[in-house]
């Protein structure tokens, strides 16, 4: 198998730096609403979960990567801070389904709306990094 060449090096440092300045600004974010960026996690696994349904602890567990017992106890912060709640799925009641609550959503909301704008921000680094020919401009995260 052929090296890459030095400038897919560069690009996938340039990349992940961004990533990394996006961690961040992420959780200065969600600092900003006053959440912890685990929180912020729960509750985009929350709000985002496919289907008609609302995830389970177990949904969130996998959506971030946690074992079961740490995402109960990251639930149990979030559902004491107002966030979100558990509710028995009405056709299984061994079943408990997680939702926002007002705040949660509200502060949900805010986040993903900021998310979604600086995501915009990432998106030619990506497109560099992909095809190796585009420029890009450094923007707020540079």
Known sequence: MESPPPLDYQSLL??????????????????????THAQHQLMLAVKGHPGDEAPTIGDVADYLLLKHHS????????????????????????????????KGE??????????VAELHQLAPLLQ???????????????
């Open 14 to 35: 340039e990349f992940r730096t961004a990533l990394r300045r996006f961690h961040h600004w992420s959780e200065q974010a969600a600092k900003g609403v006053g959440l």
């Open 71 to 102: 995402a109960v106890e990251l639930v149990n912060r979030a559902q004491a801070g107002g966030l979100v709640e558990r509710q028995r799925d009405p056709n299984d009641g061994r079943i408990v389904r997680l939702r926002l609550t007002r």
């Open 106 to 115: 509200s502060c949900i909301e805010q986040l993903a709306t900021l998310h």
């Open 128 to 142: 560099h990094v992909i095809d190796g020919r585009a420029t890009f401009d450094h923007g707020p995260l540079g």
